[in-house]
């Protein structure tokens, strides 16, 4: 059951699709305070969870620390951050009472979750204007879907954005991206896409290829994709200002971009310099950015990453100037103590200083409003520009689409990267313990970027992080270090030439639980708790997670880890793979145990009575025959397993042709209409 309260006059954010009429009065739980700004606290019994808030710092469980709303570009994420790229205002408390908290808001909102007082959990809106939902269900599950119901189906991307993509801040020219893909070759490494940096675009223009780099843009991209690799350019949201571009200089004519208290359009830096911000919180000028996107599509691309939408800001003319004042100032003074750390400061608060996002303004359809009270929709509505023009342009047809910056809502439109991370093995746990959160607010199509965006990866850190991976939907190796990290690169290539042969198999297996759970509003990870909640040690696994129906998986994420404690919440089949043919299983019971795992070893489970559906690997997803499957499975009675399978690019996919179901027992298996084997080593 879910109910609406009303406070204010909130602004749309279009992060629900259902009609919830409002509620006179006062949500249950929670107690409500009208100051300053709009608190709701909530009393914690001491062994209550808290999930949710999607792209976070920390752990699944939030409890024990200050998260806030507030999307921000944040490369060097360390433990006491409290804002990511991302705004996903929704919580589930369980306990004694479980129900979920949907704070729809486009302002700031801070959620300390027994951080100031260990047992009471304070959100601070700070806007007034706001809803709030509350979901109460009958088990977790059960909560988590209601709020998917309400907040619509999930992205769902085409069927090769889950082959394994490349990308690194670094290649620029045409022979660039063919020497990565020869690369790859030569190494029968499987590959499905590589990614164009800014350093594609003509002076860090949006919607313009830089002419001597990518002399025949066209041309490469059709090359690529003859070879089964899709090319996937970046769009940053500044527009730079510069005469005789075209999207700056019609923008200006068409009045498109976000304006100062004055009147005169916004300026600020970012990559390019001086840029403006496009309005698209208004509908007129979300449409007109879309159609900036056909200069790509109409080149043959079908896959975009949009960045620095949240949006990002290295600083204006306002900041500059109090910062320039304070080096005249101390120009010729011994710096001390105080003046010291005052121009460090200084300096290191140009960027995206909350001062510059009260500089400008929005015409959302005719009423004008300040950023700040809107800034968590800029990154969701420059992504849905995009994803709306997608619709326009390739009606019917699925293209890949990322977004740094995003909002609940932009989920229906979008995947995410979970930003800049850095190449150490707290950010690969992090990325583990961000999925589950993320599905509960979503974001289905999401990952990191493997082996660390920033500092230099190592060999261990990668091989690890790729066998996580294995299991998002978005398995991408990106960096901007001075390390390659191009999977050939490292000394034991073939571990990741088998690592990576593991993910294709697998594809028909993760291919099949994501477009499930986003058809039915399910989670594709879950944390252990979902799937057994009246287990009391299950709850407590931070480092487990459920993948679709059949598996669990318990990734190492530990330097120099070779095992690590697993717990079993029921008897499952330990699968320890080397490479797709090479693997030892075991049943083990209900319980804790000790696991070892090599470093050219993967580890899952299996549950009991399930199965997993395997493809043999190819080069690329295209090379790829799904028809005929081989199961490894943990099966001790006749059972059946839903395999979803369409033609992976059109929009028609909720489709009952598309349901194969496979009959198991243990000596055989039989799917009309896909030829499906036991897998025999
Ligand atoms: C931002 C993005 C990163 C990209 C870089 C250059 O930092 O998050 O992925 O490589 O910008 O475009």
């Known amino acids: 059951m879910i109910t609406r309260f009303q406070y204010g006059h909130p602004i749309r954010t279009d992060s629900i699709i259902k009609h919830i009429p409002i509620e006179e009065g006062y949500p249950k739980h929670l107690v409500y305070e009208d100051g300053e700004k709009i608190t709701f606290t909530y009393e914690m019994k001491p062994q209550d969870m808290v999930y949710g808030l999607g792209e976070n710092m920390r752990g699944i469980n939030k409890r024990g620390f200050t998260y806030i709303s507030r999307c921000v570009d944040n490369?060097?994420?360390?433990?006491?951050?409290?804002?990511?790229?991302?705004a996903h205002n929704f919580i589930i408390i369980y306990g004694i009472e479980t129900f979920g908290v949907f704070i729809d808001t486009a302002g700031i909102v801070s959620y300390d979750i027994g951080e100031t007082d260990i047992d009471q959990i304070i959100i601070t809106c700070d806007d007034k204007d706001l809803n709030i939902y509350m979901i109460e269900g009958k088990s977790l599950k059960d909560v988590a879907k209601q709020f998917r119901q309400l907040i619509g189906r999930s992205y769902i991307p085409p069927k090769w954005a889950f082959g394994y993509q490349q990308s690194r801040w670094k290649y620029k020219t045409e022979n660039d991206f063919r020497e990565i893909v020869r690369q790859y070759k030569e190494h029968a490494?499987?590959?499905?896409?590589?990614?164009?940096?800014?350093?594609?675009?003509?002076?860090?223009?949006?919607?313009?290829i830089h002419k001597d780099n990518l002399p025949h843009f066209e041309e490469l991209i059709q090359e690529m994709k003859n070879q089964g690799i899709h090319m996937v350019p970046i769009i940053d949201a500044g527009i730079k200002v510069q005469d005789g571009y075209h999207v700056y200089e019609n923008g200006v004519k068409e009045n498109r971009f976000c304006k100062d208290k004055d009147g005169h359009f916004f300026r600020c830096g970012v990559w390019p310099g001086y840029c403006h911000f496009v309005d698209v919180l208004n509908t007129q000028h979300r449409n007109w950015f879309g159609d900036q996107y056909k200069f790509l599509l109409d080149k043959g691309i079908d896959g975009i990453w949009n960045d620095m939408n949240e949006p990002s800001i290295f600083y204006t003319d306002e900041r500059l100037k109090e910062a320039y004042e304070l080096v005249d100032k101390l120009k010729n003074s011994e710096l001390n103590l105080n003046t010291y750390f005052?121009?460090?400061?200084?300096?290191?608060?140009?960027?995206?200083?909350?001062?510059?996002?009260?500089?400008?303004?929005?015409?959302?359809?005719?009423?004008?409003?300040?950023?700040?009270?809107?800034?968590?929709?800029?990154?969701?509505?420059?992504?849905?520009?995009?994803?709306?023009?997608?619709?326009?342009?390739?009606?019917?047809?699925?293209?890949?689409?990322?977004?740094?910056?995003?909002?609940?809502?932009?989920?229906?439109?979008?995947?995410?990267?979970?930003?800049?991370?850095?190449?150490?093995?707290?950010?690969?746990?992090?990325?583990?313990?961000?999925?589950?959160?993320?599905?509960?607010?979503?974001?289905?199509?999401?990952?990191?970027?493997?082996?660390?965006?920033?500092?230099?990866?190592?060999?261990?850190?990668?091989?690890?992080?790729?066998?996580?991976?294995?299991?998002?939907?978005?398995?991408?190796?990106?960096?901007?270090?001075?390390?390659?990290?191009?999977?050939?690169?490292?000394?034991?290539?073939?571990?990741?030439?088998?690592?990576?042969?593991?993910?294709?198999?697998?594809?028909?297996?993760?291919?099949?639980?994501?477009?499930?759970?986003?058809?039915?509003?399910?989670?594709?990870f879950r944390a252990l708790s979902f799937d057994y909640e009246n287990d009391p040690q299950a709850r407590l696994i931070e480092d487990q997670l459920?993948?679709?129906?059949?598996?669990?998986?318990?990734?190492?994420?530990?330097?120099?880890?070779?095992?690590?404690?697993?717990?079993l919440p029921e008897n499952m089949k330990l699968i320890k793979m080397r490479s797709f043919n090479d693997y030892d299983e075991i049943i083990l019971p209900k319980g804790h145990h000790y696991i070892q795992v090599n470093l050219n070893e993967m580890i899952f489970f299996i549950k009991e009575n399930h199965i997993v559906p395997l493809a043999k690997p190819a080069l690329t997803t295209k090379d790829m025959d799904f028809n005929h499957l081989e199961i490894i499975g943990y099966v001790k009675e006749n059972t059946q397993y839903i395999l979803y399978d369409d033609d992976g690019y059109t929009t028609n996919i909720d489709n009952k042709e598309y349901s194969y179901t496979i009959y198991v027992n243990q000596y055989s298996c039989y799917c009309q209409n896909k030829h499906i084997t036991y897998k025999k080593k």
Request: hydrophobic share 35%; glycine share 6%.
């Open 546 to 567: 459920m993948v679709g129906e059949s598996i669990m998986i318990a990734p190492i994420y530990e330097q120099n880890g070779r095992g690590r404690y697993v717990y």
């Open 75 to 86: 490369a060097i994420h360390t433990e006491d951050c409290h804002s990511l790229y991302a």
């Open 189 to 208: 490494i499987p590959l499905d896409a590589v990614y164009l940096d800014i350093d594609y675009m003509d002076n860090y223009q949006s919607f313009t």
């Open 342 to 524: 005052q121009m460090c400061d200084e300096f290191s608060k140009l960027s995206n200083n909350p001062k510059d996002y009260k500089l400008f303004y929005h015409d959302i359809d005719g009423q004008k409003v300040r950023h700040d009270k809107v800034h968590n929709l800029y990154g969701y509505f420059l992504t849905r520009a995009a994803g709306e023009a997608f619709e326009r342009f390739r009606p019917h047809k699925r293209l890949l689409l990322l977004s740094r910056g995003s909002m609940i809502g932009m989920h229906r439109y979008s995947g995410i990267w979970t930003g800049d991370n850095l190449a150490w093995w707290s950010h690969l746990k992090l990325c583990i313990q961000q999925m589950p959160n993320l599905n509960l607010c979503g974001f289905l199509y999401a990952g990191g970027d493997l082996g660390g965006f920033g500092n230099n990866t190592n060999e261990e850190l990668m091989t690890r992080w790729v066998q996580f991976a294995i299991f998002t939907p978005l398995m991408r190796n990106h960096s901007q270090s001075e390390r390659a990290q191009e999977l050939y690169t490292f000394k034991n290539t073939n571990t990741f030439k088998n690592m990576i042969e593991i993910r294709y198999a697998f594809i028909p297996y993760l291919y099949s639980e994501f477009v499930k759970a986003a058809i039915h509003n399910d989670c594709y």
